[in-house]
């Protein structure tokens, strides 16, 4: 166990991707089965455990710690497992104790009756040091979130067996953890594992964001544009298993199966053979809905037949990995989509249809279209549109985020100026600054103006102006509630932010009757008095369809 | 005699006033004894300065002859009488020639440790307990999540990085007055002898702890020698140089920092740092309550740091204790403030 909690504590820290690699290489190959299978599972995400809810932490450290003292602990580490690694009484058995194998960990997890885990737990966080306890702790509640992704494990284990990563990704879906038959083929002690899934994800192609010196370096002409539309990227995949059934799977972009909250999508999908790429979304009577639309249809175990015909979902595909008992990446685009809309015309549905793709006379023309697409689409679809997306005709589909093939040219996001209301301390990297805010901005009480909060934001400064934030907030605190303080935000003394979103839709959750998507702070305004932010008329105007240019 | 007629807080810092003199004042003022050289606690421009001979020799290294009026070395264990109190400096354990002050009067006695740590370190003398009816102490870590592991431990992880990173050059970032001393000294210890590089800001402080008897092997200037060819070397360098562009010019290096703070993964990260080295100058959490109640002391006063958790775990076993709530000393610990202005 300790030397997974060394491992997972390293990476924790190391930003370079090939350094993350060299520690796992170095991991795999010099730790035995099945302690290195069950590691590469709690990365990959396929090892579970449900049964360490934050509560039962909770009860079992104030069995054990003064309350004052946790309180003040938990408010400073700002973390529940940290500070219960840190916190936890040292034990006299500590040394005495055989040190577990992660795969011990995980095999007394999963056969103890649920009554006896609070024990169990108990026992083991004795036996272990901080870093023990702290992945430990860390591993039964789901929170490891390391940095690293299932890709850049496989991607060390490809490495240490000096093989493609691909030829991983292959048979990775047929095999459950402690992955030994995987272990044994890369070692060369064994023929490569049969792979169980006749329909498997492949990992996905990325864009860069276009940079002003790329319209100078790059020759409109080799590339073609399509709508970067405001969906999430998905990958719908079928294949034939051993019985000659057709297996139909749709996948997030990190290779998520999500077919079960799609079955209209799976339907449509009917005939088709391959794997293709394209944008979630829900189209409404022909006409391409919003992101607030689509919400409606996301993180859903179950779905209705009711939700599925006021959402129907669809997907604009751009793009064709396999056909024909064929991998296609290595074709050009032009290659690649023509193939794609062949496919796409004999499916006849009107839940799979091409993404349009726009010659590029010039990048002026490009840049007229992105700023208005209302010329080409509805008012409605516009809304929809995040931008461009720019490809190069000749580029072959490779998985990660090659350099210069695919550009994205995002639209301006929307502005709009806020009164920061109130703040709580950030969570991992930033827990010991107040970082999390919430801001609002004008509207008519019943004793005059009064600020309404309208959003949370917890990034998009940098660590300089988050010190300068948190030093605001220190020194301007009127209110406590627990974790959270309530700033200073008078007509004339207060912090008024530039915050950046997406896109803004009603809600019944917030109190403004408003939710904003994925909200950040472009700019701190020292220079602006409270008075002069923004009012809600603004925002409601933004979520009725009109909009603001930065 | 009551504590409070002996010793009390005031914004220039503890003043004694039957003695008319300041511990470790803040602001300049006509006489001033200072527990040790980190520069929150010893400033220049005081009329004078009673203090140990380590403490005056880096104050002089830092601020230049003229950092006070007068000077005067505290021997160790020797008292001073100043108008009917006494006065005598023991061992803090903190870094080279750290005491802590302890102040009697018609039978009470009043002990301002300062900084303190009860961790072994090969660099200072370790700390002496003292009996004492008012205790004052740091806490600078004072909260139950803070158990500084062995340094030894700390630096294994260095030397183990840097056979698995050979081609790396590790920068450590660590304080130029103690803590860069300690790691140099724990290096030595774990059985490595390489050449170990500086960074200019520490290059003085570092050749008087080795002129004082610290076993720090052999060192070199960071200035002059070729950033590019410090594969799987260590370079000792200020922290703030391990963000900034000094170090820009090293070719992929593992940034590493020691510090007490290293603990929370939140502040490690928050630093940029790859390779967090627990390695504090501070007393810990359990060295903080065995401390206390070594002193036997009845009333405990707690000056900077984390004031609340130890105050309540202090009234906790039925001792009085209260925040002094002294201003201008570091409640980061061993991140020293800007040397104060107008000292060159
Ligand atoms: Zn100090």
């Known amino acids: 166990m300790n030397r997974f909690a060394a491992l997972i504590d390293r990476l924790g820290y190391e930003p370079g991707r090939n350094a993350k690699i060299r520690l796992l290489v170095d991991y795999f190959a010099t730790t035995p089965d099945p302690d290195r299978g069950y590691a590469l599972a709690a990365m990959a995400g396929t090892l579970d455990f449900g049964q360490a809810k934050p509560a039962l932490l909770r009860s079992l450290i104030s069995e054990r710690t003064d309350p004052t003292l946790f309180a003040l602990s938990y408010d400073y580490v700002g973390d529940l497992s940290e500070t219960i690694a840190l916190m936890w009484p040292a034990s006299n058995t500590q040394s005495a104790q055989r040190e577990l194998g992660l795969g011990e960990v995980v095999a007394l997890l999963s056969n103890t009756k649920k009554a006896d885990i609070p024990a169990l737990l108990a026992n083991l966080l004795d036996g272990l040091d901080e870093t023990g306890r702290w992945a430990m702790l860390k591993l039964i509640t789901g929170g490891l979130r390391i940095g690293i992704s299932s890709r850049l494990a496989k991607t060390a284990l490809a490495q240490g067996a000096d093989i493609e990563v691909d030829a991983i990704e292959q048979v990775w879906h047929g095999l459950t953890p402690p992955y030994e038959a995987l272990f044994l083929w890369l070692e060369g002690k064994a023929p490569a594992p049969l792979s169980g899934n006749p329909a498997p994800f492949r990992p996905v192609m990325l864009s860069h964001a276009i940079e002003d010196s790329d319209f100078v370096s790059l020759n409109s002409a080799d590339f073609v544009a399509e709508w970067k539309w405001d969906g999430i990227r998905v990958q719908a995949t079928a294949g034939t298993d051993a019985t000659g059934k057709t297996v139909t799977k749709l996948y997030s972009r990190a290779g998520e199966d999500i077919s079960d909250a799609f079955p209209d999508i799976i339907d449509a999908l009917m005939g088709f053979d391959g794997a293709i790429d394209g944008e979630l979304l829900v189209v409404r009577d022909g006409k391409v809905e919003s992101f607030n639309a689509l919400q409606q249809r996301l993180n859903r175990k179950k779905v209705t037949p009711k939700l599925m015909a006021e959402y129907p979902a669809a997907i604009c595909v751009y793009d064709l990995l396999y056909a024909d008992g064929e991998d296609w990446r290595d074709k050009p685009f032009t290659e690649r989509r023509e193939r794609l809309e062949q496919l796409v015309a004999q499916l006849k549905s009107p839940r799979i249809e091409l993404s349009p793709v726009f010659d590029i006379p010039s990048w002026e023309v490009l840049a007229a279209l992105r700023a208005s697409p209302e010329g080409k689409v509805t008012p409605q679809e516009a809304e929809a549109i995040e931008g461009c997306m720019i490809k190069r005709r000749d580029s072959p589909y490779l998985a990660g985020r090659p350099k210069g093939l695919w550009f994205k040219w995002k639209r301006d996001p929307f502005i709009v100026d806020a009164v920061l209301m109130y703040a709580r301390r950030g969570h991992g990297k930033r827990s010991s600054f107040y970082s999390d805010f919430t801001f609002g901005v004008w509207r008519d009480g019943e004793n005059g103006p009064e600020l309404v909060p309208v959003g949370k934001a917890y990034f998009g400064f940098t660590d300089q102006e988050l010190a300068e934030i948190d030093r605001f907030v220190r020194k301007h605190t009127v209110n406590r509630f627990g974790p959270v303080r309530e700033i200073v935000h008078e007509p004339d003394l207060g912090l008024v932010f530039e915050v950046a979103f997406e896109g803004i839709g009603p809600s019944t959750r917030h109190r403004s009757g408003l939710a904003m998507r994925f909200p950040r702070i472009s700019r701190l305004r020292w220079d602006k008095p409270p008075r002069e932010a923004d009012r809600i008329e603004t925002l409601t105007a933004l979520s009725a369809g009109g909009r603001k240019k930065s | ?344």
Not at chain 2, 7 to 26: E, H, M, S, W
Not at chain 2, 34 to 56: C, P
Not at chain 2, 90 to 95: E, I, R, Y
């Open chain 2, 1 to 344: 005699m009551r504590p409070a007629d002996l010793l009390i807080p005031t914004p220039a810092g503890l003043y004694c006033p039957p003695a008319d003199v300041f511990i470790d004042p803040v602001r300049p003022v006509a006489r001033a004894l200072i527990t040790h050289g980190h520069s929150d606690h010893a400033r220049a421009g005081h009329g004078a300065v009673l203090a140990t001979r380590e403490t005056l020799d880096m104050m002089a290294i830092r601020y230049g002859e003229g950092f006070t009026g007068e000077r005067q070395t505290a021997k160790l264990g020797l008292p001073v009488d100043i108008n009917g109190v006494r006065f005598s400096f023991h061992p803090a354990g903190h870094v080279l020639g750290s005491a802590q002050i302890a102040v009697e009067a018609n039978g009470l006695r009043i002990v301002a440790s300062g900084d303190y740590k009860r961790a072994l370190d090969p660099t200072c003398a370790p700390f002496e307990v003292l009996r004492c009816d008012v205790f004052i102490t740091e806490a600078t870590f004072g909260l139950p999540v803070f158990t500084h592991p062995e340094a030894g431990l700390e630096v294994a992880k260095l030397l183990r990085s840097i056979a698995l990173f050979p081609e790396r050059a590790h920068l450590v970032g660590a304080y130029s007055l103690g803590k860069a001393q300690r790691v140099i000294a724990e290096i030595r210890q774990a059985g490595c002898d390489e050449t170990i590089y500086l960074h200019g800001a520490m290059e003085k402080l570092t050749a008087y702890y080795a002129e004082q008897g610290s076993k720090l092997g052999v060192l070199r200037p960071m200035a002059g020698s070729d950033r590019q060819a410090m594969q799987g070397a260590i370079i000792l360098c200020p922290p703030s140089a391990i963000q900034d562009v000094w170090s820009r010019k090293f070719a992929d290096p593992v940034t590493c920092f020691a510090s007490g703070w290293m603990r929370i993964r939140a502040r490690a990260r928050q630093r940029g740092v790859e390779l967090p080295l627990i390695v504090s100058d501070h007393a810990d959490w359990p060295e903080l309550q065995q401390t206390i109640r070594e002193t036997e002391a009845s009333e405990i006063w707690v000056t900077h740091g984390q004031e609340d958790a130890l105050v309540h775990w202090c009234q906790s076993i039925g001792l009085a204790a209260r925040p002094l709530n002294m201003v201008g000393y570091s409640d980061d610990g061993d991140a020293e403030p800007e040397a104060p202005k107008g000292t060159p």
